[in-house]
């Protein structure tokens, strides 16, 4: 079944109401997406909408923190800046945006930028693409601390409900944790479908140790 118009929702966070006008009438000409929410602080719920697109600089704050926090959650969020410097890229990135968009890249890449974090699939505009080349450690996709821990455990052989307690988080934001992963390699030209994949991406970029994951004890162990 094909999604329903406007099922797709989208909250926008700005301080320059002119800037949430004009993404509002780019994503209305996208028969999916609905704008749910407008405003101009980050914070913000997670889960507000399937996809959060945030300006980095709010009233003279860089808010990659709050990506952090939003991304922690499960929010999926699309960092949205006129500053394009690399370590503001990287930055974004690391802190778990699923992807980055210049303010100055146009309607054509938010858009497919929206889809793409909605579907969990991978888009580097250009401007995120020309940083990545630039960087030295570019093969290697930057994982948050979040989803390195979520894959550690998911390695060892625990179900996504067992990992998803012991992080005190629900399944579903495990869920996200374990594709985003798969949207960063996938990013950098390294895809990785299967766990078999995952598995042995993290291996080769020293993230997880063989020894992690054949020393797993179950928590469950004693418990009468």
């Known amino acids: 079944m094909a999604p329903a118009p406007g ?3 989208v909250a926008v966070v700005d301080d320059h109401p002119v800037v949430i006008e004009g993404i509002q009438t780019w994503l209305s000409e996208e028969p ?13 719920a997670p889960g507000i909408a399937d996809v959060l697109v945030l300006d980095l600089n709010l009233h003279g704050r860089l808010v990659v923190d709050d990506i952090a926090k939003l991304a ?23 802190a778990g945006a699923c992807e ?10 938010l858009v497919n930028a929206v889809l793409a974090a909605a579907g969990d699939r991978p888009y580097v505009t250009p401007t995120a693409a020309g940083v990545l080349v630039g960087d030295r ?19 060892q052989s625990m179900s996504k409900a067992s990992v ?11 869920d996200i944790y374990i594709r985003r992963a798969r949207v960063k390699y996938a990013q950098v ?29 179950s928590a469950a162990v004693g418990v009468g």
């Not at 006129?82 to 503001?88: A, G, K, L, P, S």
């Not at 450690?137 to 390695?155: C, D, I, M, V, Y």
């Not at 998803?164 to 495990?174: D, F, L, P, Q």
């Not at 970029?205 to 004890?217: A, N, S």
Request: neutral net charge; aromatic residues 6%.
């Open 72 to 94: 922690a959650a499960g929010q999926r969020v699309i960092a949205f800046s006129q500053f394009t410097e690399q370590r503001v890229v990287l930055e974004s990135l690391e």
């Open 189 to 217: 030209g390294r895809s990785a479908p299967t766990k078999a994949d995952m598995l042995a991406r993290a291996i080769e970029d020293g993230l997880v140790r063989p020894d992690d994951i054949t020393g797993y004890e």
């Open 32 to 44: 999916l997406v609905s704008v749910r929410h407008t405003g101009e602080s980050s914070d913000v």
């Open 137 to 155: 450690g570019a093969n290697r996709p930057r994982l948050s601390a979040q989803e390195r821990t979520a894959l550690l455990w998911w390695f």
């Open 164 to 174: 998803a307690r012991r992080m005190g988080v629900s399944v579903h934001t495990v």
């Open 7 to 9: 099922s797709l929702t």
């Open 100 to 109: 980055f968009v210049a303010k100055n890249e146009g309607r054509a890449h």
